[in-house]
């Protein structure tokens, strides 16, 4: 199963944001950007993004998964869009002193992981394959430019929830 190696994040785009810019914000490069996130004909207009979608960014470094907050979201949201819990998100995150205070940008580990998909996936097998429903999938995945249940192309990154 190619699980994305590396660090990823979860990104939500703001106005004025360009792939460029995330990519040397953040550490990844475009035309993973491109790949991971569908961001190409006929899905999409090449290199065209719009605030409030939701990218996979992913670098180098030890395998885990982060979520960028972004403006008035609360760590109990995130956890329900994760299928986590906050105290999981807490365990993951010990500077957090008050899990009723965050901050926009901050960056916040979470409890799953990226998925890479490959050709003859299918969306409904990914979620079998990984123990969640479908709906769970595409909720963590909600505002993901290029996503659709009926057709996933290789090389789109997919998060997966970790429910257990």
Do not use: C
Not at 11 to 26: E, R
Not at 50 to 70: A, C, E, M, R, S
Not at 114 to 140: H, K, N
């Amino acid at each position: 199963m190619p699980i994305v190696d590396g660090k990823s994040f979860i990104y939500t785009v703001k106005p004025g944001d360009t792939l460029f810019n995330i990519a040397s914000n953040i550490g990844g490069t475009v035309p993973l950007l491109v790949e991971a996130n569908a961001v190409y004909p006929p899905i999409m207009d090449l290199y065209q993004i719009f605030p409030g979608q939701v990218l996979v960014v992913t670098t180098p470094g030890k395998k885990q998964v982060n979520h960028i907050v972004d403006i008035g979201e609360a760590l109990y949201q995130i956890a329900e869009r994760y299928s986590t819990t906050v105290e999981k998100i807490l365990e993951l995150n010990p500077q957090i002193e008050n899990p009723n205070v965050i901050f926009y940008n901050q960056v916040l580990q979470i409890p799953a992981q990226i998925y890479s998909v490959e050709p003859g996936d299918a969306f409904f097998q990914i979620a079998e394959r990984f123990g969640v429903s479908t709906s769970t999938l595409l909720m963590a995945n909600q505002n993901r430019p290029g996503l659709s249940p009926d057709v996933v192309y290789p090389g789109y990154q997919i998060i997966i929830p970790n429910t257990k």
